[in-house]
């Protein structure tokens, strides 16, 4: 069996950073629970442009090469790799491909898994979430971006959408709210129990 898990938010806390880099640039303070839209530049108060600036600035810093792992998620991996064939399908911009390399091996070390960036979520052009599911042959995939969602759960493939501001009351068929990796872990049992059944 194949599983897709995003990394930013869902692995590592990638939002908390990226408002500390904020709050530094433009001093003012926003609460991680008001940040209502993916689309940063929304609840920021900022053009699109300025996002994407702060996100550069955000990447090449320390504090990017040092983020925070989710509480649960290494453990939760190496679970998942017993029975399940692990997909990394992220929207960093493909510049950040060594780095993300590096910090997924030094921080997952053990773990087989693939690494596959979609399509960019400031550009276009490369290959969506959904398509690489569906090339790939994966029928679940763990996400925090609700457009993502909505368009792998439309072709069919089962998401487990990771609680976060951005995606409150959003709901779908073949879409099921999660709130951490404990609770993945169990919905996955039950997962493999169904498959066996």
Known sequence: MKIGIDIDDVLVEFAKGYLNKYEEKYEKKVNFEDIFSFDLWKPLGI?????IDLADSYYDS???DNIGVLE??????????KNYEIF?????????KEKTNNFINQHF???????IFSNDFFSQGMKSKAQICEEEGIKLIIEDNKNYSALCAKKGIKVFL?????????KRKNIERVYNWSEI??????????VEK
Do not use: H, M
């Open 88 to 96: 990394l399908i992220t929207s960093r911009p493909i510049k950040l």
């Open 109 to 115: 070390s053990g773990i087989p898994l693939r690494i």
């Open 47 to 51: 053009s699109k442009q300025e996002a």
């Open 62 to 64: 320390l504090e990017f």
């Open 72 to 81: 649960g998620a290494k453990s939760a991996l190496r679970e998942i790799s």
């Open 162 to 170: 990771f609680d976060k501001p951005w995606n409150k009351n959003f």
């Open 185 to 194: 872990l169990e919905r996955l049992k039950n997962e493999i129990e169904v």
